[in-house]
Structures are given as C-alpha cells and as structure tokens.
C-alpha cells in the first residue's frame, strides 16, 4: 500500500464499482501478480491507478500491519511511503475511473470518516513511527 505523501497530505482515492469498499476511501494498492514482489507491485499499482511512475529508491518502508476484517478474514499489509515529486513522479490522476470516483490530498493526521479501516490503522502506524501493528483480532 502506497503513502503518497506531499507537504502534510496524503493522495486518497475513493473506491467505486468494485464491490469491496466502495464509496470509502483507500490508499493506492493491489494485490501481489503471480511472481511479482512486494516492491515491484506497489510500483505497478502506483502507476495504475494514479499514473505516478516512481522507482525502488523512492519508496521508505512505513509499516506492516496484520488486520482481520469484522467478517474474520486476516490479511498482511505491506505499506511504503513515498514523497510526491511531480517533476519526477508525474501528477497523479485517477487512471482508473471505472474503479475509483476520484483521487484527493488530505491531511495524513485527519483522514476522512469514510477511509477503509485497513488504510487508517496503516497510516496510523506511520504516523506513530512503529514498524508493526495488529488489529481486529
């Protein structure tokens, strides 16, 4: 999971027609491709969803959380941060708009109510400095 990062915001992008999580907001992030490390695709999912074309050396790591859902289901999260450079990176755009209604900057200490709760514990983490977390079990 991706913390695009620019002066105080963080780029947030608003799930639609997904049928998980739509209508919250949710940081830029996907699933692992077959053969494909965690590095590998936070970059491509970057590039997909918002356009923003970073490299390894961009990326910080900002946590890793193990969450379970309310309906049981556990998952492990990778998250990475990176500092927004337009010159460099490119603007980010929803380059998925059958998949997200919209993109915005909000500020990383005051997320909207409606952030998918994974994406709030994660950012959380990076905002405490703590390299691990675990929650809803």
């Excluded at 105080?8 to 608003?14: M, P």
């Excluded at 915005?104 to 703590?130: K, S």
């Amino acid at each position: 999971m991706l913390l695009l990062i620019r002066a105080g915001d963080i780029l947030l992008a608003l799930r639609d027609g997904t049928g998980y999580a739509d209508g919250l907001w949710n940081l830029p992030s996907g699933k692992l491709e077959a053969g494909e490390h965690a590095l590998a695709a936070v970059l491509r999912e970057a590039r997909e969803e918002v356009g923003v074309h970073l490299g390894p050396a961009d990326l910080r790591p900002a946590g890793t959380l193990h969450y379970r859902n309310p309906e049981g289901q556990g998952r492990l999260g990778l998250f990475f941060a990176a500092t927004a450079d337009p010159d460099r990176h490119g603007e980010p755009v929803n380059a998925e708009p059958h998949k997200c209604a919209g993109i915005g900057w909000f500020p990383i200490g005051t997320l909207p109510p409606n952030t998918v709760p994974y994406t709030a514990e994660g950012v959380g983490l990076y905002l405490r400095g703590e390299p691990f977390g675990v929650a809803g079990w």
